[in-house]
């Protein structure tokens, strides 16, 4: 049909027409990269809730009923809708305080960035911890989006050890035993990797597993430098904790995985017996007489009343389920007689045994390499071939887990993570103080590398409170980190510490001559040598965050004085509700809180179909 000398010009001008097409895409990509990046970095983190609140109208509408109404559309939240979702006679309402997810949203690299989607927490004025942080306060980011923390997290699926849930199970929590739940994080996980411990992983579920690639220029040095220490590449969600392992993260080719992304936006539209309402403010739970029959919310400055047939599931995470239980009058009795409210059910551990990992976030060395620093837009055309650093959060690469007893011996009570340069510290993250701040600004991003030093199995409990009787005010989060009478927790932090410093002795880091850095205002003068124990007990305590892993706030047990819902995570001594997030944790795992977080909304998805027949 066409002959030579008309087919090349006409190549020529589509080859053109398809370049230009994909650049000007590109463009807009850039475009709205820089500007969604600038907007959220200039973005004033709330004080409270009543700016995207407050109602002017005190009447309450009255709407209809639905069978279950899910609160909060986080981690667990997106399960639970997911799957009870499944039977169709079930009609099902998710309430979110947040707005969706945006593309922005969806690159991981962004995740330290995305101040619009988060509550804005910080911890009240710690005296153990938090030391280097503006007032004494560390930054306490909870996701308030669709999906959640899950939305807004460092995607680092790292499950804990086999010794946590047989923890639960012998506090006295049937069927939450290692082998008892294994089957359920495999339902929720789809592995993308090759080379894992079959056995103990899932194809098919919702949560992508991935490696990240390319590695960076110290990832080879840092593996060695762990087998110079006696730690194997290891499958750390497989047969073997203890080890060092590139990091298995939820993300799908280059994009987050949150809850949502992965289980609702599957079946967003076509559940007709779905409904999800977001920008909705939950401020109460509705009960009589020990019976929860619905909840009262804010949407658009109106407020209304929804109720439950069946149950209400609260899945508002582990800050703010604590408050929504206390707000309703379920809670401990004096504190809420002390506000004015009045007591529906008096159950004192809601909101106690408040337990995260402490996170030592300043390591620092110096190193003879020099990483390349791309350009946003060099950086950006990686990311659409699925190549890092967008790809991780924070650039966060490599994961050891240690114990500091016997470094190699099961369970492990550290955790190493590794962030690689070229360093990428945005400017708000952990709310450091001016002195902190500018130790933070004298790193070297092209040379510098950091560990961040993560304490497993804290013993220091902290909580969470009410500062008003209002969920139009935030609650008071008090984390008291490294407050354990006995001082376990921070001896643990320092052995830790201590114990990563003499992998500067490894032929590995001698090589890189990797040379620690750090420097610790209101400390150095301490400093006799360089593992003093004294300079580091103060290190700790001034330049400790958080890794943002709240957990037992609703903790699950058999005492009512102890613990807040049962082993099927329904509230002691009510009907008809149930806490289903991290608040629900009997005690922290060894290892990050989504995965656990999904595995248990799995497994109460599971208990709740068969409770009402629905499977
Ligand atoms: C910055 C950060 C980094 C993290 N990194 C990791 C990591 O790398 N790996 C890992 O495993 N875990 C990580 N975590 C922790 C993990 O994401 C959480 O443990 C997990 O998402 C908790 O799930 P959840 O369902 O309990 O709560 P969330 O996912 O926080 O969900 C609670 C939901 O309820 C909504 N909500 C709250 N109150 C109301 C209300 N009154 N009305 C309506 N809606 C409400 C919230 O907006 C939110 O969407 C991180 C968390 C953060 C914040």
Not at 43 to 49: A, E, M
Not at 93 to 117: C, H, K, Q, V
Not at 197 to 219: E, F
Not at 480 to 509: C, H, N, V
Request: hydrophobic residues 35%; glycine residues 8%; charged residues 20%.
């Amino acid at each position: 049909m066409f002959d030579i000398p008309t087919i090349f010009p006409l190549l020529f001008i589509l080859c053109t027409r398809v370049w230009s097409l994909q650049t000007d895409s590109f463009e807009e990509f850039y475009n709205y990269v820089e500007s969604k990046s600038n907007y959220e970095n200039q973005y004033v983190l709330p004080k409270n809730n009543r700016d995207l609140f407050e109602t002017s109208d005190a009447t309450i509408h009255v709407l209809g009923s639905y069978d279950f109404i899910i609160v909060g559309g986080g981690s667990a939240g997106s399960v639970l809708a997911s799957r009870l979702s499944e039977i169709k006679k079930w009609k099902i309402l998710l309430l979110e305080a947040g707005g969706d997810e945006t593309a922005f949203s969806d690159i991981p690299g962004y995740g330290p960035n995305l101040r619009s989607m988060n509550w804005g927490y910080s911890t009240i004025p710690q005296k153990t911890c938090c030391l280097g942080m503006q007032n004494q306060q560390c930054d306490y980011t909870r996701g308030k989006v669709l999906g959640g923390s899950s939305g807004t997290n460092a995607l680092v699926y790292a499950r804990g050890s086999y010794a946590d849930f047989d923890g639960w199970q012998a506090l006295g929590n049937s069927g939450w035993s290692y082998q008892d739940v294994l089957p359920y994080f495999k339902k929720s996980e789809h592995i993308d990797i090759s080379g894992y411990d079959v056995g103990y992983h899932g194809v098919g579920g919702p949560l992508h597993v991935n490696y990240t690639v390319p590695q960076s220029i110290i990832a080879d040095t840092f593996i060695e430098a762990c087998r110079q220490k006696g730690l194997e590449e290891v499958d750390y969600n497989g047969r073997n904790q203890m080890g060092v392992s590139k990091i298995q993260f939820n993300i799908n080719f280059n994009k987050r995985v949150s809850a949502s992304r992965a289980l609702i936006d599957p079946i967003k539209g076509s559940r007709k017996n779905l409904n999800i309402k977001l920008n909705t403010l939950v401020v109460k739970i509705l009960v009589k007489d020990t019976v929860a029959y619905g909840v009262e919310y804010i949407e658009a400055g109106k407020r209304y009343i929804v109720k439950a047939k069946k149950e209400v599931l609260l899945s508002a995470g582990s800050i703010n389920s604590p408050q929504l239980l206390l707000l309703s009058g379920l809670g401990p009795k004096a504190e809420l007689s002390k506000l004015g409210i009045r007591v529906k059910n008096n159950l004192p551990a809601v909101g106690k045994h408040l337990k995260d990992h402490p996170f030592y976030i300043n390591l620092f060395f110096r190193t003879n390499l020099t990483a390349m620093n791309p350009t946003l837009r060099e950086n950006l055309h990686r990311y659409l071939m699925g190549e890092a650093p967008l790809t991780r959060y924070n650039g966060l690469e490599l994961i050891a887990f240690i114990n500091t007893t016997n470094h190699t011996q099961s369970p492990p009570d550290i955790e190493y993570i590794l962030t690689p340069p070229p360093l990428n510290l945005p400017p708000h993250i952990y709310n450091t103080n001016d002195d902190y701040s500018h130790v933070f600004q004298g790193y070297n991003t092209t040379t510098d590398f950091t560990t961040g030093v993560i304490l497993l199995k804290p013993k220091s409990e902290g909580s969470v409170s009410l500062r008003t009787n209002s969920m139009l005010e935030f609650p008071l989060i008090d984390v008291r980190y490294f407050s354990d009478p006995e001082g376990r927790d921070i001896e643990t932090m320092y052995q830790g510490i201590k114990y990563f410093l003499s992998f500067t002795e490894t032929p590995a880091f001698k090589k890189i001559n990797a040379t620690l850095i750090s420097t610790h205002p209101g400390c150095e003068e301490l400093k006799k040598n360089p593992v003093d124990r004294d300079y580091w007990y103060c290190a700790i305590r001034h330049a400790t965050s958080t890794a943002y892993h709240p957990v037992g706030t609703t903790r699950m047990g058999n005492s009512l004085q102890n613990s807040v819902v049962n082993n099927e995570c329904i509230v002691h001594n009510m009907k008809k509700l149930r806490v289903v997030d991290a608040g629900v944790l009997p005690d922290i795992v060894r290892g990050h809180t989504n995965a656990v977080t999904n595995m248990i909304a799995e497994k109460i998805s599971d208990v709740i179909k068969t409770h009402y027949g629905g499977k």
